[in-house]
T-cell receptor
Framework: DAGVIQSPRHEVTEMGQEVTLRCKPISGHNSLFWYRQTMMRGLELLIYFNNNVPIDDSGMPEDRFSAKMPNASFSTLKIQPSEPRDSAVYFC???????????FGNGTRLTVT | EDQVTQSPEALRLQEGESSSLNCSYTVSGLRGLFWYRQDPGKGPEFLFTLYSAGEEKEKERLKATLTKKESFLHITAPKPEDSATYLCAVQPPYNTDKLIFGTGTRLQVFP
């Protein structure tokens, strides 16, 4: 099992540019989560999907952030336009059900200058 | 507001020096409490799930316990490879998909 795969591992971009982060969940997992981690706030849930349907996006900071899950094996998180305060590590995680633990990818470190 | 607080923020131990990490929470009707380990540059890795007060889980040098208001992660005779950040997360009753994470305890074990 390859685990949750995220790309890119690192992204450096200039303020105002569009950024797209990608995630491939573990095969057979029906829930997918996007988290953001910073030193100050720790891990924060941005949005999650069940069976490819967005369930709760209340953690998405603002309209500049959007996420899609077109099929069971792929999800994207897009920031447009990006701002320096978006700099953080973004994690994707998947799980096989409500009481199943989350399996995290190794994250995308985003730096916006 | 539901909160998860971990202490201490950082802990330095000598190899073999046992200690405990604390996770306290304000969530009522907790459905589950999870412990994760996170190494630098990696995503959190699942360790344990606890569901009810009095429950204990063990894995190698780690033992997790749960009371009605807090959880402890006990580390017995730690080794340098136990160095990592340990995160706890709680599963509230109103949304069991939405884990609330603490900010973690950064553990360093020196030989």
């Amino acid at each position: 099992d390859a685990g949750v795969i995220q790309s890119p591992r690192h992204e450096v971009t200039e303020m105002g540019q569009e950024v797209t982060l990608r995630c491939k969940p573990i095969s057979g997992h029906n829930s997918l989560f996007w988290y953001r981690q910073t030193m100050m706030r720790g891990l924060e849930l941005l949005i999650y999907f069940n069976n490819n349907v967005p369930i709760d996006d209340s953690g998405m900071p603002e309209d500049r952030f959007s996420a899609k899950m077109p099929n069971a094996s792929f999800s994207t998180l897009k920031i447009q336009p990006s701002e320096p305060r978006d700099s953080a590590v973004y994690f994707c995680a998947s799980s096989g059900g409500t009481n199943s633990p989350l399996h995290f990818g190794n994250g995308t470190r985003l730096t916006v200058t | 507001e539901d909160q998860v607080t971990q202490s201490p923020e950082a802990l330095r131990l000598q190899e073999g020096e046992s200690s405990s990490l604390n996770c306290s929470y304000t969530v009522s009707g907790l459905r589950g409490l999870f412990w994760y380990r996170q190494d630098p540059g990696k995503g959190p890795e699942f360790l344990f799930t606890l569901y009810s007060a009095g429950e204990e889980k063990e894995k190698e040098r780690l033992k997790a316990t749960l009371t009605k208001k807090e959880s402890f992660l006990h580390i017995t005779a730690p080794k340098p490879e136990d160095s990592a950040t340990y995160l706890c997360a709680v599963q509230p009753p109103y949304n069991t998909d939405k884990l609330i994470f603490g900010t973690g305890t950064r553990l360093q074990v020196f030989p």
